[in-house]
């Protein structure tokens, strides 16, 4: 596949903006090239390439440093798609709903069409409703959520192989939940697909969702066009550190990780003993869908009691999403449930 095929032409004639850390990028100098103030702890522009971060990444995922993009979350990853692939009011990008979105969002601020087939009712992919659409020429971005989000659920690996194969396009595997999962990442499969683009954060299962460290890791090629057009310095050094700071930790990702999986297996027994609640859906995330027999009523209830969930009954009807917290939280969100259906 010719990646530059699929590059918008304004971009690959883009000029980027070299920031004065792109022309040396040593430590122990003088730096007087910048207009930065030479006073303060956070007075130094952060490296606008995070090297030290994505080295520790390239170990860890067992990928290539220049394989890894570092984005100000989840959220620019996504958007710069747009930019890099998508011309304004003539091409399309395609996902498949109920699922993430901020997909929406970014095609809208974007002017890019966004075509959403519905999922099964087992909130798989449909093959046959997607065929169609494959072969469009002015489709150029397909979204996949997988843990999908808000259903939970992970997304057929022979279904996104099928797309892989037939798409001339780009897709973008969302494993913002992937952590929580037994299924391996689609990582492992970037040196078969050139079309892959695998979407990765720091604010799930690594806990620093306030950090807004967002990872994508596709072929060197593509990476070195989002290079072009991010933001000299995308990330803050503050959040870089967070980032490596975490990193640093495993025994605790593992551990926070190992609660959340049990909490959320105490969590569905618990729900599935409840009236209200009609159907608890299987999760590979940290969140669980659950339908209930009034979803309106029961979030606001439980918005009375200081009890935030996520009302998902416009998009699947009568489904709320609950993400697991911590085991006096979860223990207080069955409290208040039981309350409820004492009351209703």
Excluded at 260 to 268: Q, V
Excluded at 313 to 318: F, G, K, S
């Amino acid at each position: 596949m010719n990646i530059d095929k699929l590059i918008r032409k304004n971009i690959l004639a883009l000029k980027p903006y070299s920031s004065a850390r792109d022309e040396f990028d040593g430590d122990n100098a003088t730096f007087l090239d910048a207009n930065e103030n030479p006073f303060g702890e956070l007075n130094r522009y952060p490296d606008p390439y995070q090297k030290t971060l994505k080295e520790k990444l390239s170990k860890l995922k067992g990928v290539d440093s220049n394989q890894i993009f570092i984005g100000n979350g989840s959220d620019e990853v996504i958007d710069l798609a747009f930019r890099i692939f998508c011309n304004p009011g003539v091409d399309k990008a395609l996902t498949f709903s109920p699922t993430y979105g901020m997909y929406d969002v970014s095609a809208g601020i974007n002017d890019v069409e966004l075509i959403k087939i519905p999922l099964t009712t087992d909130f798989q992919i449909d093959l046959s409703k997607t065929k169609q659409y494959l072969k469009n020429e002015n489709l150029k971005l397909i979204f996949i959520c997988s843990p999908n989000n808000p259903t939970g659920n992970i997304i057929e690996e022979d279904s996104i192989k099928n797309i892989l194969q037939t798409f001339n396009g780009v897709v973008i595997v969302d494993e913002a939940y992937i952590d929580f999962s037994a299924s391996e990442s689609w990582i492992k499969m970037l040196t078969e697909f050139p079309n892959l683009m695998i979407s990765q954060t720091f604010s799930k299962a690594w806990g620093l969702a306030a950090a807004r460290v967002g990872v994508l890791y596709a072929n060197s090629e593509i990476i070195s066009y989002y290079n072009k057009v991010k933001p000299p310095y995308n990330v803050s050094e503050l959040n870089q550190k967070a980032a490596v700071a975490a990193l640093n930790n495993i025994a605790l990702f593992e551990e926070n990780k190992r609660i959340i999986l049990s909490e959320k297996e105490t969590l569905i027994t618990s729900l599935k003993t409840l009236s209200l609640v009609k159907k608890v859906y299987p999760s590979d995330a940290n969140f669980i869908l659950v339908e209930v027999d009034d979803a309106n009523l029961i979030y606001e209830e439980l918005v009375s009691k200081k009890v935030i969930v996520r009302n998902r009954n416009q998009v699947i009807d009568n489904c709320i999403r609950i993400s697991v917290g911590t085991p006096t939280e979860n223990t207080l969100l069955i409290s208040s449930l039981r309350n409820l259906f004492n009351t209703h």
